[in-house]
Structures are given as structure tokens and as C-alpha cells.
């Protein structure tokens, strides 16, 4: 799952900052950060990937991402590949739950939270109904 975007015209240096540029920086921050957890799980073979956007909707996140991975073991590597990947680019310390058991492992990066789940314990808890998000995991009833 990859968003594209158009191309920027390069800007003219300049020594003052508006409050434009800087959320206009941060938007382009939180996009890089979502598009590198997207790019990882996909690398990861990630089951039913669903990127929700959550801007201007919380206060608690701008993005929240949910996948499956098949067991116990690929959930653990997901979260593992995604950790290093995030430490590696310079996201710095995240906050992490769930990581013995492996059941859900949900990974805090401050701008996008990740839920890595087992597809039971998705099933389950069902967290993209609380965003009101159709999940492809999900059959509808006839």
C-alpha cells in the first residue's frame, strides 16, 4: 500500500519561518514516517493492511495503521523489522506493547500508531469499527 505524491518545487532558502512552512514540514515528516511503516509491512508480507487518517479527527495520532501477519512468529518479525526500520531512519524512541506474547503488538511512533495483529485477536477486538473503516478482514452478512 504506497501513496503517491506529486513532486515539490524546490523552495528559496530563506532565513525566516512561518508557521505555514513549519506545519508544512511536519505534514511532510508525518507522511515520510507513514509511508516508511507502509513500505516495511509490505515488505514484511503484512495481511490486510488499512492506513486510517486521523487528522483532524484526535488529538491522540495523525495516522493509524492495522495489519495481520499469519502467527505468533510473523507478527513478532513484523514488529521487530519495523522497530529497527524506524530506529535506523532517525524516528527515534517509540513506545512498544505487547512483544512477548505477540498476540497484538502495538507500536507508538507519536504521529502513527500501528497495530500488528493476529488474525483471531483482530478479528476479535475489531478496532477499525471504533473508526467506523471497513476492514477487508471482514465478511459482510447476506
Known sequence: MQRETAPRAPEASTSVHSDADASQDDQGRITAL???????????????VVFID????????????????????????????????????????????????????????????VHLFRPEVRSFYNIEKIWSVDSPHRTQAV
Do not use: F
Open 34 to 48: 507513514e509511508d516508511l511503516i507502509l513500505a516495511k509491512l509490505d515488505d514484511d508480507k503484512a495481511q490486510d
Open 54 to 113: 486521523l487528522k483532524g479527527k484526535t488529538a491522540v495520532a495523525d495516522g493509524l495503521i492495522v495489519a495481520s501477519g499469519r502467527s505468533h512468529r510473523h507478527v513478532g518479525a513484523m514488529a521487530d523489522h519495523l522497530l529497527r526500520a524506524l530506529k535506523d531512519e532517525g524516528y527515534g524512541r517509540v513506545r512498544v506493547e505487547g512483544l512477548p506474547h505477540c498476540d497484538w503488538v502495538l507500536i507508538d511512533t507519536g504521529d502513527v500508531i
